[in-house]
Structures are given as C-alpha cells and as structure tokens.
C-alpha cells in the first residue's frame, strides 16, 4: 500500500522545533564521519538536542550529564556499545536522559558489560521541559548486574527490546560468594510504558558453601522488579515477562533450601503497575537436595509485596506498527501493522512524543498527533505494509523524529492504544 502523505510536507515545514543537528560518529571515519567516537564528540561542542548519527562499530561506554541527546544506529548499521569495566567502577555502556528537557530517542543498539560489571543501559534524568526518552529496538544479551536500570523522573518508552538480567554463577566472583542472579531490569522512579518487549531475570545462585559458610539458594530474579515509592504509572502492553529459575538446594553437612522462581513482574514498591497482554512462562523454583524437603515454590506472571499494590490486568490486545529505523529524503519509509487481524487500525502520527492515558484506552499514548491515518478493519492475516516518500524537510532542517502509534478497536470490542516507533527523518546530505 502506498500512501502520498502531501500534507506530511507542510506540517515537517511547521515542526522546525522538532528538528535537530545531527552528528555522524564512524569509528572507521569513512565520507562525512564528524567524529570517530562518541568520546571525542563530547569532548568537542555537544549541544542539547544533538542527534549522534552511528555506523557500524563497537564504542566504549557512554556517560554524560546535562545534555539530552539522541543515539540512532544508521540504517543497516550494527552497532555495540561495551564497557568492560568491573568493581565499583563497573558503569553503564550507556548512561542517557532528558537531562536538558525535550525528547532523547535510543534506537538500533546492543549494550553488554561483563560479569561483576556494571547495569549496561541506565535511563536517568529529570522531569522538566517535556522530558522523554524513548527506546527502541535495543537488547542486552549478556549483562554483569541488572540488564536495564530505568530511574528517569520523567517519561520513558520502552518498544521492541529485550533486556537480559545476569545469571548466577557459583564459581565466578571476587568476593569468593559467587555472582548473584539478577532482574532483566529495575525500575525505580517516574512513568515508564513498555511495548512488545521482553524481559528476563536471571537464575538463583544454587546453595552451597561459599568462602566456609553454608548458604541457602537464592530465589530467582524477576524479569522486571519496581523500586518507586510513588503511585507512578508503569503499564507493561504485550511484552515478555520472565523470571529466572529458583537456585537449587544442597546438604553439605546439613539441609540448605532451594531457591524459588522468580516472578515476571515484581512489586517491591510502587503502585500503579498494570498490564496488557503481558505473557511468560511461570519460573520453576530450585530442586531440593535428597531428602531436605520441598523444592522451591513456582514464581508468579506477576506479584507483589506490599499489601493493595498487586499489578492490574487491563482488557485488549495491541496492535503494533514498526516504521524504518532511518530514512532520508526523497527515500520510502515503510509502516508495517502487525498483530491486528480483525482490529478497526489507526495510526496516529506526530513529531512530538508525550505520555498520557484515558480512561476508555488500555494502555499509554505517547505520540501527540498531528495528523491521524485510518486503516479500516484488517482482515487475515493481520498485516499491511505502508510506503511513504520522506519529503524535504526544509531548509536548514537536518533531522526530524516522527513517531507512529497505532490504536486500536480489537475484535472484543476494546480501544487499545498499540505498540509505538520512532523514525529518523534525515536531510539527504548524510
């Protein structure tokens, strides 16, 4: 299906103040390379609101304060973002927030840190000017702590990602106690909407002797575990939520109990917790020694601690919609629609992203459209393809964010606002 959105190039025409300078960062510096790591830009004039434009490379790890930047991997690009650091100094791969307001877009990368390392992707920052951060596309396969910490005050997207949590290791470690398992991510400030993600906690540390002394195995870590004291509202819509196996038990010299599964989203803190088509296996508990009881208890799709703060199911099914991850000018973009066989489908676009719910709506808005694409109801299987021609972006506009969320009437007759993207629009010169 090919769409001629005429009225797309009046309104990038009047969204000057969502355009921003970008920056390329090649570590091969081929043609138009500004910098060859994101180190040397930072170290050079980094403005607010830059967009670092990445090639294909593996760059060390990234922290900064103030600033609110984006980081997109070029079309077809592969990009790793690595730090090896561990102990105290063990930090993140990469450290980004709204520091400076306005909206930081992260898409299209693979963050990794080492065993006893540091949590490889931490979204930090501050409530102020609009502050959005909005990750896509991204995964932690490995990780040295939790795969993802989320601590922004502000708003934080989460779309299409896959955070792993590290796993227990009975045999690794410095403090001769083993590595510990821990949760796919933790949360523990601010609005947080997840979309068709996936995440995982790592596996219990099996009892044993460790330096001398007996110890029980631990529970399971939970896919996703909430620290926020504040009623906040975190929504998980169609996402993966997995803990990790309970460790097992042993008797060296006495009975040390297994470990339970952990849950797929744990509650320590933080009401205002619900989910929308959240699936994932039940986490088995550890295996209990020979004659030393019962074996770990099985973990829970979702649980909680406090009393009052157990998550709520909301009805419906989303719809997702995946746009190109980079486009230039004069280029197709493509909006592929998923996942909405018997679904009445719009697309809201916008250049802006926000976070708001309504009462009749299952899930979080976070595009502020300004226009709206009706689709009609979507027979078997499902899916449509949308070309779109990027028009000029005008002059002295080098780069535009649009964001495309797809809502949805499902064929239980629930409005469900769906899975969001986020594409770069880029002048033709880069």
């Known amino acids: 299906m090919r769409v001629a959105l005429s009225l797309a190039t009046s309104l990038l025409a009047s969204f000057v103040t969502a355009s921003a ?23 050079a004039t980094p403005a607010n609101g830059d967009v670092l434009l990445l090639r294909s490379g ?96 502000g708003r934080t997207a989460i779309v299409r990602s896959s955070f792993h949590g590290c796993i227990a290791n009975e045999t690794a470690g410095s403090s001769g106690y083993g590595i510990e398992g821990k949760p796919g991510a933790i949360v523990s400030k601010g609005r947080l909407a997840v979309f068709d993600s996936e995440f995982i906690g790592g596996r ?14 631990m529970a399971g870590a939970p896919g996703v575990m909430t620290l926020d004291g504040t009623s906040a509202l975190k929504v998980f819509a169609g996402t993966n939520v997995v803990g990790g196996k309970g460790g097992n038990g042993a008797s060296p010299g006495g009975c040390l109990a297994a470990g339970d599964g952990g849950d797929g989203v744990f509650v320590l803190t933080g009401s205002g917790v619900k989910a929308i088509a959240v699936t994932g296996p039940l986490a088995a508990g550890g295996t209990a020694a020979p004659g030393c009881g019962a074996n770990g208890a099985q973990g829970q799709l979702l649980d909680h601690f406090p009393s009052g703060e157990q998550p709520a199911v909301l009805p419906g099914t989303p719809t997702t919609v995946v746009a190109s991850r980079v486009v230039r000018e004069g280029q197709n973009a493509e909006l592929k629609v998923q996942d909405a066989t018997g679904h009445h489908v719009a697309l809201l676009v916008g250049f802006v992203p926000q976070f708001t719910t309504f009462p009749n709506f299952s899930g979080v808005l976070v595009v502020s459209p300004s226009f709206v694409l009706d689709l009609g109801t979507l027979s078997t299987p499902g899916e449509l393809s949308i070309q779109v021609t990027v028009p000029e972006l005008g002059p002295g506009i080098e780069s535009v964010i649009a964001y495309v969320q797809a809502v949805s009437l499902d064929p239980q007759g629930n409005q469900v606002f769906g899975t969001p993207s986020a594409m770069l629009l880029l002048d033709g010169s880069f």
Do not use: Q
């Open 21 to 43: 300078g970008v920056v390329v960062i090649d570590p091969a510096n081929g043609p138009g390379t500004d910098y060859t790591s994101i180190t040397a830009y930072l170290l």
């Open 58 to 153: 593996t760059y060390s790890s990234v922290g900064f304060a103030g600033l609110t930047l984006s980081f997109v991997a070029d079309a077809g690009a592969t990009v790793k973002f690595v730090n090896p650091g561990i102990g105290v100094f063990g930090g993140s791969a990469l450290m980004v927030g709204a520091h400076g307001g306005g909206a930081s877009l992260v898409r299209g990368i693979e963050f990794t840190t080492p065993a006893e390392g540091g949590v490889p992707l931490s979204v930090l920052g501050s409530d102020v000017g609009g502050s959005f951060v909005f990750v896509e596309e991204c995964s932690v396969p490995t990780a040295g702590s939790s795969g993802a910490t989320f601590g922004s005050s």
């Open 204 to 217: 219990g540390l099996n009892a044993g002797l460790y330096s001398g002394e007996p110890l029980d195995a």
